[in-house]
């Protein structure tokens, strides 16, 4: 769901920049009132988790399309929705920076569709209301009920969002029945595949470490552990340096409308001179295009004919496709965001110590 800049004009991606924006400072400001101290080197590890778990598209039978969790639930259920926000917005800027996968002015709708949708909307509306309040953890099977349910609502959401976005955009011909009739169905599957995802994760973690999942002191206790934190870690770079190789080279469910619309893999738009000057941003800073080395000499994209989404398509070639160079791109990726979310969510904090 990773939106390129062709299909946003510069108002709309402003306007959303500005509204991710609002809503990453009300995320900050309730980190910095946290109490628990186990709370940045979890969000580091898991940011780097979700990034190698992005990495991997797994295919929707019948369909030739292919979807990718996003994460969102899972971090607001571990860290919060605040905290989930930041590491979601962290993902998402090393991927448009360095992977060009998805465009710098659509950060702001991107951030939107998958991480205001999924963390301050979906999680708290579906979530928290399908789990009883008490200190007992629910069954195994309630919880991952509520997972799919709140990974379907989430996706529909941001689903809309993309659609909505690009009909008010106006500078690439999607009409807006078709768009929306192709975009809601394949999504509507994509959650389900997250939705089972996400389930059998925290059926995991129920069984290994309930104490992750519930909210109170010993929270704190247990997350600081670096067992805890080494499991995520190593996770991430299993994720993101071997299970990568069987990425499935479908496009993903946004390519996939686009392409069943348009008859084709890229659309025509009224560019702007700001949609050029991004691209070329973009060309320059993208050292891992396509999740792979990219050492090769580098164009930036015309500005009347531009990529729809990300650079995440595989070409086609033999399944799995073994590549160390995927696998150190993923592994950089991971690293990258994890410095990241540290860097950001240690300056945070340390502003609250100095007022204090």
């Not at 990974?151 to 529909?156: A, E, I, P, R």
């Not at 999740?291 to 580098?298: A, H, I, R, V, W």
């Not at 950001?344 to 904090?349: D, E, G, H, S």
Request: proline content about 4%; glycine content about 10%; charged content about 10%.
């Amino acid at each position: 769901m990773h939106m390129a800049d062709a299909l946003l004009s510069p108002a709309v991606g402003a306007a959303f920049w500005l509204v991710s924006g609002t809503t990453l400072a009300w995320s900050a400001h309730r980190l910095k009132s946290s109490e628990r101290d186990d709370l940045v080197p979890l969000m580091g590890v898991l940011g780097a988790f979700v990034f190698a778990a992005q990495m991997i598209n797994f295919s929707i039978p019948g369909t030739g399309s292919s979807g990718h969790m996003v994460g969102g639930l899972l971090l607001s259920i571990l860290l919060g929705s605040p905290a989930a926000l930041i590491v979601i917005a962290s993902v998402l800027t090393v991927q448009s920076l360095f992977f060009a996968d998805g465009g710098l002015l659509a950060l702001g709708a991107n951030l939107f569709n998958m991480g205001v949708m999924s963390c301050l909307v979906a999680y708290p509306l579906i979530y928290r209301t399908l789990m009883p309040r008490s200190s007992v953890l629910p069954s195994a099977r309630r919880m991952a009920w509520a997972a799919v349910i709140t990974s379907v609502v989430g996706l529909q959401l941001g689903a809309l969002g993309v659609v909505l976005q690009t009909q008010l955009s106006g500078i690439s011909s999607l009409p807006l029945g078709a768009f929306l009739w192709l975009m809601q169905p394949i999504h509507l599957a994509i959650g389900l595949g997250e939705g089972l995802a996400t389930a059998a994760l925290l059926v995991f973690i129920r069984q290994a470490r309930p104490d992750l999942l519930m909210s109170g002191a010993a929270i704190g206790a247990a997350c600081a552990s670096k067992a805890v934190a080494a499991g995520f870690g190593a996770a991430a770079v299993v994720v993101a340096g071997a299970l990568s190789w069987f990425a499935s080279s479908q496009p993903d469910g946004l390519e996939w409308s686009i392409e069943h619309v348009t008859g084709q893999t890229q659309v025509v738009n009224n560019a702007s001179d700001l949609h050029q000057r991004l691209s070329n941003w973009q060309t320059a800073t993208a050292l891992f295009k396509d999740y792979t080395l990219n050492f090769q000499e580098k164009s930036a994209a015309s500005p009347g004919e531009s990529s729809i989404t990300s650079s995440k398509s595989i070409a086609e070639s033999a399944w799995p496709a073994v590549d160390a160079g995927t696998s150190l791109a993923g592994v950089v990726g991971g690293l990258l965001t994890l410095c990241l979310v540290w860097a950001v969510a240690y300056w945070l904090r340390r502003r609250v110590a100095r007022v204090k």
